[in-house]
């Protein structure tokens, strides 16, 4: 059972490169996320969806979109990639009213 | 809004107990919970507690939740070096007909032999 899985686990980009983080989820929940990771931040949420085709933003969505086109999968975009968004970046799910929400791998993501 | 605080870090010895604090603002948090996250991986549930309780006990960890303060603490016993990781708080609320899930700062824990 994969859970979740985010793909690339590494990434470097150059200013003002723009690619798009994926994440995929085989356990049928409606509910996902995507959150960076900065030390001494905690995990800050960007994005969030609550169902397939609907999204809304979190507390640090500036820079960044992303695309619910499915119930799998929620994948994060940047257009115009920013020193300031390097990060480890966080993609979980859960079901609507569940107690647990499950975290992939992460990706590491350097913009220089 | 949302806000919640934890140390940044907590030093033991092996076979001491730690606790681990941690405050909230939304009153209306349905579940707080304690994640791990080892160095390296993603954040693994550890144990939650539904906001009407007081306590949650499993194995070597208990959960002390005092909703009037808006306090909740994880207490590991007989800490073990490895137990030495990342912890991290965390509140769900709904939210516009959501369930948020805000995490805290996270707590280093180092635990030496």
């Known amino acids: 059972n994969a859970g979740v899985t985010q793909t690339p686990k590494f990434q470097v980009l150059k200013t003002g490169q723009s690619m798009t983080l994926q994440c995929a989820q085989d356990m049928n929940h409606n509910s996902m996320y995507w959150y960076r990771q900065d030390p001494g931040m905690g995990l800050r949420l960007i994005y969030y969806s609550a169902s397939e085709g609907t999204t809304d933003k979190g507390e640090v969505p500036n820079g960044y979109n992303v695309s619910r086109l499915n119930k799998r999968e929620f994948s994060l975009r940047l257009e115009s990639a920013a020193p300031s968004q390097t990060s480890v970046y966080f993609c979980a799910s859960r079901e609507g009213g569940a107690t647990e929400a499950f975290f992939g791998q992460g990706t590491r993501l350097t913009v220089v | 809004g949302e806000d919640v605080e934890q140390s940044l870090f907590l030093s033991v010895r092996e076979g001491d107990s730690s606790v681990i604090n941690c405050t909230y603002t939304?009153?209306?948090?349905?579940?707080l919970y304690w994640y791990k996250q080892e160095p390296g991986a993603g954040l693994q549930l550890l144990t939650y507690?539904?906001?009407?309780?007081d306590m949650k006990q499993d194995q070597r960890l208990t959960v002390l939740l005092n909703k009037k303060d808006k306090h909740l603490s994880l207490r590991i016993a007989d800490t073990q070096t490895g137990d030495s990781a990342i912890y991290f708080c965390?509140?769900?609320?709904?939210?516009?007909?959501?369930?948020?899930?805000?995490f805290g700062t996270g707590t280093r824990l180092l635990v030496s032999p």
């Open positions: 965390a509140e769900s609320f709904m939210n516009t007909g959501f369930q948020k899930l805000v």
């Open positions: 507690i539904f906001s009407n309780m």
């Open positions: 939304d009153s209306s948090s349905t579940y």
